[in-house]
């Protein structure tokens, strides 16, 4: 049997097995009508609660005001992304369901807007890509770690925290993120983490205390609002970012120096490449 007769042979042998195969798919999530459900979670009376925010791809809206730890609402259009509340004494998750598969994201809906009540909490938020707005000004938090992927957040304590803030650790992606207000936040060491992307950093607001933050950037923009009247320090450990400052600033090598009066910021930033701008707004 020639080389031409056993391929052939072959060849029919594979498309005669091909024919008895079948691949179960898993079934798509389908889009349906909108779903509209209430989130209520009681504060649970412990010195400090630790209350996880667990959300994909969306529209978020946090803000302050809640009677109870957390009141708000959810709308959604594809069942496996109805939300779950998951209590264990003074630790408390909302999550949000998990899809199996991907339905055209075009028609996806899915829109939290939560209040937060002002019991002393540890408030972790981890989101995929998404839109947030997040007013967090008034609230008594102990600690806040933000991490997201691709999102585009606007972030403010338009109001003094009511507590010492230990930590405020930030890891995006590549995002555009805004945070303002950070004075207010009343930290007392803050990183913030980013890949490619947009981010401002507007330290207005009530300084309290000294504050430590450490920003590492990959590509991208870096803004650090900070009003003239504070004092600042920011070092630069970076050779080929792009700086640009107002005229309250001076340079001596790496480091550059606000004079301002009472509680001093000092800042410590490593870029990949990319623009740095201080600004006292």
Aim: hydrophobic residues 40%; negative net charge.
């Amino acid at each position: 049997m020639n080389a031409k007769i056993i391929l052939a042979v072959l060849v029919l042998s594979l498309a005669t097995m091909a024919c008895g195969f079948s691949v179960d798919l898993p079934n798509r999530p389908q889009v349906g009508p909108d779903v509209k459900e209430s989130i209520t979670v009681q504060d649970p009376k412990s010195e400090v609660t630790r209350l996880s925010i667990s959300f994909g791809a969306g529209n978020l809206k946090l803000s302050t005001g809640a009677d109870n730890l957390v009141d708000g609402t959810v709308i959604y259009n594809v069942a496996d992304l109805k939300p779950e509340v998951i209590e264990s004494g003074s630790k408390i998750e909302i999550k949000q369901g998990n899809l199996t598969s991907l339905p055209p994201i075009k028609d996806i809906k899915n829109e939290w807007d939560l209040q937060l009540g002002a019991a002393p909490m540890d408030l972790v938020l981890a989101a995929g890509a998404y839109d947030g707005t997040i007013e967090l000004g008034g609230l008594s938090l102990k600690s806040l770690d933000v991490k997201d992927g691709a999102s585009h957040v606007d972030l403010s304590f338009s109001k003094p925290n009511l507590v010492e803030m230990s930590i405020l650790q930030y890891t995006t992606g590549a995002s555009d993120v805004k945070l303002t207000g950070l004075a207010n936040a009343n930290f007392s060491t803050m990183t913030f983490s980013g890949g490619a992307g947009n981010f401002t950093l507007d330290f207005g607001g009530d300084l309290q205390r000294d504050a430590v933050i450490t920003i590492d950037s990959g590509l991208g923009n870096v803004s650090l609002m900070i009003p003239k009247e504070v004092n600042a320090k920011v070092t630069v450990e970076s050779a080929v970012v792009n700086i640009n400052h107002s005229a309250s600033w001076t340079q001596s090598g790496k480091e550059y120096v606000q004079q301002g009066s009472g509680p001093t910021l000092t800042f410590i930033v490593k870029m990949a490449a990319g623009n740095l701008l201080m600004s006292d707004k």
